[in-house]
């Protein structure tokens, strides 16, 4: 038999998931299960510190000690654009497939996604960050003040466009 799980170590689970929702057991079961927790009681959870990201696909951590889950939220940066298009919530299920991201965002609202995002972040300046929010803008769909996340890279390159330090 294999040894015995210590519960007093924390242990780290990371999942995606639709905000807002409560994920399917069968999928949270074979992970949270060998630890001694309840799958549907932690999709509860999940849902209830999700909420406000209702219908965005967002990673959670769940650290588990002494058998209790603590949920906190891990943002992408392609949840964190979605979030700052602000498009209305759509149904999954029922909604359309396959939605074009149109939406216009500004260079300012890339700078704070870029600021919540560069303590995972390797690159060296706060403008590295910044070209990284920029390229999931471009695979999003949506532009930047008007322009083309590419373009708005190229400037930022080219020293036209001044990205404050931190």
Aim: aromatic fraction near 4%; include cysteine; proline fraction near 5%.
């Amino acid at each position: 038999m294999p040894p015995k799980n210590d519960v007093s170590q924390p242990k780290y689970i990371y999942l995606r998931t639709v905000g807002g929702e409560i994920g399917a057991a069968s999928t949270l079961a074979p992970k949270v299960g060998p630890l001694g927790l309840n799958a549907k009681k932690v999709g509860e959870d999940i849902q209830k510190k999700t909420m406000e990201w209702k219908g965005l696909k967002v990673t959670v951590q769940l650290t588990i000690v002494n058998r209790q889950a603590t949920v906190e939220l891990v943002p992408s940066a392609s949840s964190l654009v979605m979030k700052a298009l602000n498009e209305p919530y759509r149904d999954r299920k029922k909604g359309i497939k396959n939605v074009v991201h149109d939406g216009d965002v500004s260079l300012d609202q890339i700078i704070d996604v870029a600021r919540i995002l560069r303590e995972r972040s390797f690159a060296k300046k706060l403008a590295g960050t910044v070209k990284e929010v920029l390229g999931t803008a471009f695979s999003i769909g949506c532009t930047v003040n008007g322009m083309h996340p590419r373009k708005v890279q190229e400037m930022i390159d080219d020293e036209e466009i001044d990205i404050p330090e931190e």
